[in-house]
T-cell receptor
Framework: GDSVTQMEGPVTLSEEAFLTINCTYTATGYPSLFWYVQYPGEGLQLLLKATKADDKGSNKGFEATYRKETTSFHLEKGSVQVSDSAVYFCALSDRGYSTLTFGKGTMLLVSP | DTAVSQTPKYLVTQMGNDKSIKCEQN?????MYWYKQDSKKFLKIMFSYNNKELIINETVPNRFSPKSPDKAHLNLHINSLELGDSAVYFCASSQDTQADYGYTFGSGTRLTVV
């Protein structure tokens, strides 16, 4: 079945550091890929998505590129802020199947 | 104007009780979901409804019963609550049965069974 593997956290960074959170996936078809963010005490918010190979999703300074050859969708940001502290979830949606499969989440902690 | 709203936000109850969580979306979406998030933040699909019809029912104890009176509402009723039911329950909706556009989530209901 489909699965998503994310790097374990927490990831601890200083403000303005470069961020990478790794995500790899297994899917039978050609999935759409997503990153969601969950701030403390809140629900998940869609951060960015990509629907086909080589697409780059971007939002709020975050980017991720759909790499079919490596089955990866790593999240990057050039300069993190304290307000980026949250849990980040990688997810996929396989074609014709309505549910999202989530990774286990990676907590990011950014200190001033 | 909240897109997906859940009530209550917090629910503390004793073992053996029956409780309900309500969810409403005003996005005009056709499909709604219930997810359970455990203490380690892992998210697992429980149910999915499309236009009031159940389309996905994962391995969930039959103490959990979803009800969709119309496509804008999906409620979750839990009978005979157990300690292991303690978790955060998220409602979500999507534009159609394929999740290619992603979901819109509610803010969650934190259920604590004591």
């Amino acid at each position: 079945g489909d699965s998503v593997t994310q790097m374990e956290g927490p990831v601890t960074l200083s403000e303005e550091a470069f961020l990478t959170i790794n995500c790899t996936y297994t899917a039978t078809g050609y999935p759409s890929l997503f990153w969601y963010v969950q701030y403390p005490g809140e629900g998940l918010q869609l951060l960015l998505k990509a629907t086909k190979a080589d697409d780059k999703g971007s939002n709020k300074g975050f980017e991720a590129t759909y790499r079919k050859e490596t089955t990866s969708f790593h999240l990057e940001k050039g300069s993190v802020q304290v307000s980026d502290s949250a849990v980040y979830f990688c997810a996929l949606s396989d074609r014709g199947y309505s549910t999202l499969t989530f990774g286990k989440g990676t907590m990011l902690l950014v200190s001033p | 104007d909240t897109a997906v709203s859940q009530t209550p936000k917090y629910l503390v109850t004793q073992m053996g009780n029956d409780k309900s969580i309500k969810c409403e979306q005003n996005l005009g979406h056709d499909t709604m979901y219930w997810y359970k998030q455990d203490s380690k933040k892992f998210l697992k699909i429980m149910f999915s409804y499309n236009n009031k019809e159940l389309i996905i029912n994962e391995t969930v104890p039959n103490r959990f019963s979803p009800k969709s009176p119309d496509k804008a509402h999906l409620n979750l009723h839990i009978n005979s609550l157990e300690l292991g039911d303690s978790a955060v329950y998220f409602c979500a909706s999507s534009q159609d049965t394929q999740a290619d556009y992603g979901y819109t989530f509610g803010s969650g209901t934190r259920l604590t069974v004591v």
